[in-house]
């Protein structure tokens, strides 16, 4: 499967779970204003919450680095260039890889245009100077459009709810 959708899918489903549980509890109670504002930052927080544990502790980010590295480097050695470095950006951790080392322009155009080629890549780049969104923003708003996911469903389960409990014989 592809290293990226490996890393950003669990953070979905995190976010749909905390959904689903956060709007059972607020769909059945009768929340208004600020607690209501208040619930749904909360729930946001804990998908949020929910993602960064997936990410770091349990390991998800170092799985990603070495799914996306470890082709790219295995092509460096296939064409014998092993005084070149390839390696993810970090701190924070970003979908660009980042060249170092002696190679001439074609050599430097092509091994950017493979490594982009690559999934879980977003860019290849020989300059430290070109930035790209860190893949812990990414797995965020994933996180969090799983939670709108959860929510809706929850909704529409409480509106089952509510319809079957009117519906009289």
Known sequence: MIPLLDYLWPSLIIGALVGVVAGLILWRRSLVGMQRNLAFGTAGLAAIAGFLLWSGPFGAADRFINAVETPIRQMLVHYEMSQVRAELR???????IFYRGPADEVQRTELVRMAEESP?????????KVRAIPIVVEGAAVALLGLLLGLLIAYLLDVRRRNNAEWRW
Request: cysteine-free; overall charge positive.
């Open 90 to 96: 970090h701190a924070p951790l970003r979908r660009q």
């Open 120 to 128: 879980g890549i977003a860019s290849a780049t020989w300059s430290p």
